[in-house]
């Protein structure tokens, strides 16, 4: 508002005004609020993320509206905006506003009288070793910076990310920096240790502390993931990875960082004054279905740049919106609900809009549309790729092909078949019929085979799992080389994370990696997962936050009672885990039928 108004009475665009204004006479020549050729040509690659994929290139699209951010500029431009704000009294050039003007600027606004602490009319004002610091922090896809200076000593720091969500790590170098520069201007000693690290989680301590801890003000949620220990709020928020300095548990990633916990055995206190005590809640039984009328809403929406989760969490519906911020919604009728009274979002609602189906074909949130995206197989059935060449002439090109030479000394094949060692394990063999991603039949036999340590393993998890009502049910385990290069070569580029690569070789080839899935004992039905078996899409890894906490649940009790028997989950796929002697056995590719003892 306040830069249309601006626009109005200077009759003029914004970002013109502001550039001939400010930006010119500040010498800011590689600075502005539109993407000018010269200035896109120099643009940094920046790099989105998510919490269960990869870094991604951040879209290149004018993002935002200006004058509300959106400024392109460089460290140096940023330090000639910063040092114009030490250019005061009477007769200074470089100045674009008057002393008065600074100074209303950095007194803090809605503040009790007195206070020299809060946000002003576009700075955060604090104070650092008595002196008063400002500062301003921006953050668009792909990029985090932070602005920090002392206006009365002279000295400030610019630290700018080309990583989205990293306000927190630009932040704590601008403090460092400060810190260094103020002791250096004094004469005092420099802190020795500035950016003071944490250290990792033992992924055993981890695993001990997973579940939900309660305390007076709120709880937690700990979960151990690919080794390291990972918080979310209950109330909703960021998740972010917890290290450990001494005995305190600190927030450190990305996102944030400072203490959270103190951590003693198996007790946790915590909260600001890290005195606040935690009792955790253990009842070790499957969260309940979610509300019928949920189902249709749970799913992705939006674009590449920007999904938009709608997930179940604790009873209650949630929206996982720009990657990192999880909200519990209020619920206002069937197809409307509100983001809560605190975040980003106060204030705003979501609206679904659903189809002949009852799915919702696509939400307006916080008055943006987003549609629903089509991922895998939401709609059931199996998910299907069409081969980029014939089955029959990748079967051709296979099985005259040979696996690639290996070095070193291997164990001899000690291939068994799975269920003579177990009958009650279950087969759901999809290459033995055409129900798999290519619709061809692969194996002549539903069998499933392993190297005998990882069968015996096997066992030994689904003995555990019927502790809790549940079977393992087998999709394939031992696969010739010949059929993972017909997969390999029938997959676009585009997928082939979701299978191997036959120059290296698949575990499936070594007989030492297993695809799986559970079922319920007493019925013999398979037990619903946030994604299918063998679906080429992000619900398959096995972090994806969306789907129901029921269908998270048994996603992570499979995980957890695999691993504790020597298995470790492919990153791609939750169904896919990988036995720990892998490396022992050679690249087979033998039929079934050609299997010793089979």
């Known amino acids: 508002m306040v830069g249309y108004a601006l626009e109005v009475v200077q009759g003029e665009p914004f970002a013109d005004y502001v550039k001939g204004a400010v930006l010119e006479p500040l010498g800011m020549a590689h600075s502005a609020f539109t993407p000018e050729p010269e200035i896109v040509d120099d643009l940094a690659a920046a790099w989105m993320w998510g919490f269960d994929r990869a870094d991604f290139p951040a879209p290149t699209f004018e993002l935002g509206m200006a004058p509300a951010g959106s400024m392109y500029s460089t460290v140096l431009d940023l330090a000639r905006f910063m040092s114009a704000m030490f250019r005061r009294g009477e007769g200074v050039s470089g100045r674009v506003l008057q002393d008065s003007t600074l100074e209303a600027m950095w007194e803090p606004q809605f503040a009790e009288p007195g206070a020299t602490t809060g946000y002003g009319l576009g700075f955060s004002l604090d104070e650092f070793h008595g002196r008063r ?67 990792p989680v033992d992924p055993d301590v981890a695993r001990q502390l997973e579940g939900i801890w309660e305390g007076e003000e709120g709880g937690f949620e700990l979960d151990e993931r690919n080794g390291a220990l990972v918080m979310t709020p209950l109330r909703g928020g960021a998740t972010v990875e917890l290290r450990v300095r001494g005995d305190t548990l600190m927030a450190d990633d990305r ?15 915590g909260g600001p004054n890290l005195a606040r005590p935690l009792s955790r809640r253990t009842d070790g039984r499957p969260p309940p279905p979610a509300p019928a009328h949920w189902r249709g809403l749970i799913g992705e929406y ?14 209650r519906l949630h929206a996982l919106i720009e990657w990192f911020f999880l909200y519990p919604l209020e619920e206002i009728s069937r197809d409307v609900y509100a983001f809560p009274d605190w975040g980003l979002y106060h204030g705003e609602r979501l609206v679904f809009q659903r189809g002949v189906d009852d799915r919702a074909t696509g939400v307006v949130a916080a008055s943006v549309d987003f549609d629903r995206r089509e991922v895998g197989t939401e709609a059931g059935g199996t998910f299907r790729i069409e081969p980029v060449r014939p089955v029959s002439e990748l079967r051709e090109e296979a099985l005259a092909a040979s696996p690639p030479e290996e070095e070193g000394d291997f164990r001899g094949s000690e291939l068994v078949e799975v269920v003579t060692l177990e009958p009650s394990i279950q087969l759901d063999v999809r290459y033995a019929t055409t129900n798999n991603f290519m619709s061809s039949v692969f194996y002549d036999e539903p069998r499933v085979f392993l190297q005998r340590p990882a ?3 096997l066992v030994r998890a689904h003995r555990t799992l019927a502790q809790d009502g549940l079977g393992l049910l087998l999709h394939d385990g031992y696969r010739p080389w010949y059929v993972t290069k017909m997969f390999w070569d029938a997959t676009p580029e585009s997928e082939k994370i979701f ?9 499936h080839n070594r007989g030492a990696a297993i695809d799986l899935s559970l079922y319920d004992l007493e019925t013999g039905e398979p037990m619903g997962m946030v994604g299918t078996y063998d679906e080429f899409s992000p619900r398959s ?9 029921r269908q ?5 009790r499979l995980r957890r009672v695999m691993e504790a028997e020597g298995f470790t989950v492919y990153e791609a796929e939750w169904w896919h885990f990988d036995h720990d002697e892998w490396r022992e056995y050679r690249i087979q590719n033998v039929t079934f039928d050609q299997v010793e003892g089979g």
């Open 455 to 457: 069968a015996e393993a």
């Open 133 to 199: 610091r400002l500062g301003h922090g921006g953050a668009i896809y792909g990029f985090s910076t932070e602005l920090s200076f002392l206006p009365d000593d002279g000295l400030g720091v610019v630290v700018v990310s080309a990583v989205d969500g990293t306000n927190s790590v630009v932040g704590r170098i601008a403090d460092a920096a400060l810190e260094l520069m103020y002791a250096a201007r004094n004469g005092e000693p420099l802190p020795q240790d500035p950016l003071r690290g944490t250290d």
């Open 255 to 269: 996102l944030a960082f400072g203490p959270v916990f103190v951590h003693e055995r198996d007790r946790l206190t």
């Open 499 to 507: 299978v191997a690569n036959p120059a290296n070789g698949s575990r």
């Open 541 to 549: 890894f096995p972090d994806y936050p969306g789907g129901t906490s």
């Open 302 to 315: 939006g674009w590449d740049h920007n999904v938009l989760y709608i997930l179940e969490r604790e009873g």
């Open 552 to 556: 998270r649940w048994y996603r992570e």
